[in-house]
């Protein structure tokens, strides 16, 4: 299992879980389709990837690295 932040671009992810210090923004991201056995796909990165470009439930999403490394994929 692996953090969204460490994902590879291209390649589309299914969630399976969150950080345990993940309450902070849990609220925000469900609210943005963020949950348990939704796929993401990795559509970009900034050049030094502190920046994400994201594709979830149909539309981009742009996200930090810092918070894309609390949600777990496979």
């Known amino acids: 299992m692996i ?3 460490n994902g590879k671009h291209g390649k589309v992810y299914k969630i399976v879980g969150f950080d ?3 309450d902070d923004i849990s ?3 469900l609210e943005l389709g963020f949950t348990r056995g939704q796929n993401v ?3 970009s ?3 030094q990837k ?3 470009l994201v594709q979830i439930r149909g539309y981009l ?3 930090r690295a ?3 490394s609390r949600v777990q994929v496979e």
Request: no cysteine.
């Open 50 to 52: 502190k920046v994400f």
């Open 45 to 47: 990165t900034s050049l």
């Open 27 to 29: 609220r925000r991201f």
């Open 66 to 68: 810092s918070l894309l």
């Open 61 to 63: 999403l742009s996200v």
């Open 41 to 43: 796909k990795i559509v």
């Open 3 to 5: 953090t969204l932040n």
């Open 20 to 22: 345990k210090n993940f």
